[in-house]
């Protein structure tokens, strides 16, 4: 039904309400906050899903993963579905709402709420509020999460929706929430996050592993839940947050069901967001020379030059296609990836996905399909001596070999054979320890 229910409530002009930039690594998440938000009006139901919304994953100032938040308030009709609890409060998701409630007084609450909690004596936190009951044009969206857009774009979108918006310090997080309520979803997943006791932030987290890994195989339609090889629990961020964990998924039916099989510590709240995590929204397809930094990119080319492992156990190579020759990196947290990588040799044809980086100039990859596999040949046994058959000895000089038996000079005739590959034609990606938020995993390509 949740198809239905996206579209039915879109046209509807409910005051939709946006926020971004209200966190530090040192502390807070801007999902709570919006769990606070929809928290402050009881009289007010949620219009299909609150939206937790990636963007551009390769800009320099974002505190973490470049997450924007957003949420349509109204009164709601039609069928529900029941999407989290806050304070003992259970919180539906409604098919269909209509205007409610007065729009300014929304915007002041919503200002004061950020007021409260936003993490204002970061320099990297600077908030913006936005509540609007038209959506900006859908491209916005589409530039911010994939290249760098500035201030001004996203003020003349505000403007010309007649938004009511307000940015704090230097007003950057005006960029996300605009961003935030741009998105008009094509590819859809799910995220059920679970908030922590206030006395408990900052603490470690109690989760129990093997019950993630319970969870992990009852859902299939759950994703990035466990990292089996590295023993990683990824559910679960490493920060002084306020998150105790999130669950993605695909579909949100049974996201409540996989929540409560994961044991440990208990939860104060928790919400269903609808999301962009694992679309691959971000990406583009380029030529080489077109590859710009901070962008995020699927190219296609040549291995050029074969991978070496640099300090830090980071693996360089690169890929040319006509047009240009670019670096391609798997660095060190993408563990056994790199051992993939390894097996690259020149003449490979590969397409990967990944992020610009743009000092030194790197393609970090995410995922890669293998096209072509060269066929080289390797040597195996320098040749026999054509006439008292013993193996003969390189004399240093290229190719040529002298036979120690009989004094006799050949040059070439060795034994050769076929390079084993270690790699297939096909898919490979990183870790799930490793995996970035935009970033489909093969898991669940074919379901989107
Ligand atoms: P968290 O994931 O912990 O919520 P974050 O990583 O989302 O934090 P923010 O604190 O939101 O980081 O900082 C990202 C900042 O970058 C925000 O101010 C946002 O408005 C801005 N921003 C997002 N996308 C773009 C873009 N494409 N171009 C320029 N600025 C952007």
């Known amino acids: 039904m949740h198809r ?20 530090s690594v040192k502390g807070m998440c801007t999902t709570f906050l919006l769990t606070e938000v929809i928290r402050s009006f009881p009289e007010l139901d949620v219009i299909g899903y609150p939206r937790l919304v990636r963007l551009n994953p390769n800009i320099p100032w974002k505190t973490r993963g470049n997450a924007a938040l957003s949420v349509f308030l109204g009164k709601g009709m039609g069928n529900r579905l029941k999407i989290g609890e806050i304070g003992g ?11 409610y409630g007065d729009v300014g007084e929304i915007f002041n609450t919503v200002v004061s709420l950020v007021e409260k909690w936003a993490v204002f004596d970061d320099e990297k936190t600077n908030p913006g509020v936005v509540v609007s009951r038209r959506k900006p044009s859908q491209s916005f969206y589409w530039k911010a999460v994939r290249s760098p857009v500035s201030l001004e774009d996203a003020i003349s979108e505000l403007e010309s929706t007649g938004a009511l918006y307000k940015g704090f310090k230097n007003k950057r997080g005006l960029i996300g929430a605009t961003a ?8 859809r997943t799910y995220e059920l996050i679970a908030y922590r006791y206030r006395e408990k932030w900052g603490k470690p987290r109690e989760i129990d592993e093997k019950s993630v890994v319970e969870m992990d195989r009852k859902f299939p339609e759950t994703f990035d839940n466990y990292d089996y090889r590295n023993r990683y629990i990824a559910i679960s961020p490493h920060t002084p947050c306020p998150i105790l964990y999130g669950i993605r998924a695909v579909s949100p039916y049974n996201l409540e069901n996989a929540h409560r099989t994961v044991k440990g510590e208990k939860e104060e709240r928790w919400m269903i967001f609808l999301s962009n995590q694992g679309t691959d929204d971000n990406m583009v397809r380029k030529k080489i ?15 050029e030059r074969e991978p070496e492992t640099i300090e830090g156990g980071h693996v360089i190579f690169s890929i040319s296609d006509g047009t240009g020759i670019v670096d391609c990196a798997a660095y060190e947290p993408t563990k056994e990836f790199r051992d993939v990588v390894r097996e690259l040799i020149k003449g490979d044809v590969v397409e990967l996905y990944g992020g610009v980086r743009s000092e030194p100039f790197t393609l970090n990859i995410e995922k ?8 080289r040949m390797v040597k195996i046994h320098n040749p026999r001596c054509p006439k008292c058959g013993k193996r003969m000895k390189s004399t240093g000089r290229d190719g040529y070999y002298r036979c120690r038996n009989c ?11 076929e390079l084993k590959r270690g790699i297939k034609e096909g898919w490979y990606e990183v870790p ?11 898991k669940i390509m074919p379901l989107l």
């Open 432 to 442: 799930v320890c490793a995996r970035r938020h935009l970033a489909t995993p093969l």
């Open 407 to 417: 004094g006799i000079k050949v040059k070439g005739g060795e034994e050769m054979e």
């Open 4 to 23: 239905k229910l996206l579209s039915c409530f879109q046209s509807i002009a409910v005051p939709y309400i946006a926020l971004d930039d209200t966190d």
């Open 368 to 375: 890669m399909r293998v096209l072509h596999l060269e066929n």
């Open 180 to 187: 935030s309520l741009s998105w008009r979803p094509r590819k």
């Open 89 to 99: 409060r259970e919180i539906y998701s409604y098919e269909k709402g209509r205007d």
């Open 289 to 303: 020379r077109d590859i710009r930094g901070y962008e995020s990119v699927i190219v296609r080319g040549t291995v």
